[in-house]
């Protein structure tokens, strides 16, 4: 049983900086696309980053990208979002998310079929 165990979030000024954790146990995860979602208040969960386990191959939102970097740590089985320059309107929560599939990163929820239980990012203005 896959279980994946977000961290890192929390209250920052705009423009500051956070690092988000997503700890995966239970599988190999070899063959896996991570990624990682957001659901701001009152809005539909968004795809914002991925990346391939196996060679490192990421994704990222255009709308994030040059401030977000995605990243991971094979041998911790973690994977990184590194959020820059944040923005108020970055504040949600933020869910680490596990594609089986082995078919390269695919920015739609369904593929995805493990989740974390999210954590929550805020900020300030």
């Known amino acids: 049983q896959v279980q994946l165990v977000e961290s890192g979030g929390g209250l920052v000024q705009a423009g500051g900086s956070l690092r988000l954790s997503c700890v995966a146990s239970g599988r190999t995860f070899s063959n896996y696309v991570m990624g990682w979602f957001r659901q701001a208040p009152g809005k539909e969960r968004e795809f914002v980053a991925a990346?391939?386990?196996?060679?490192?191959?990421?994704y990222v939102l255009d709308s994030v990208k040059g401030r977000f970097t995605i990243s991971r740590d094979n041998g911790k089985n973690t994977v990184y979002l590194q959020m820059n320059s944040l923005k108020p309107e970055d504040t949600a929560v933020y869910y680490c998310a596990a594609d089986p599939r082995g078919a390269g990163i695919a920015t739609v929820e369904y593929v995805y079929d493990d989740w974390g239980q999210g954590t929550q990012v805020t900020v300030s203005s």
């Open positions: 990346i391939t386990w196996s060679r490192g191959s990421a």
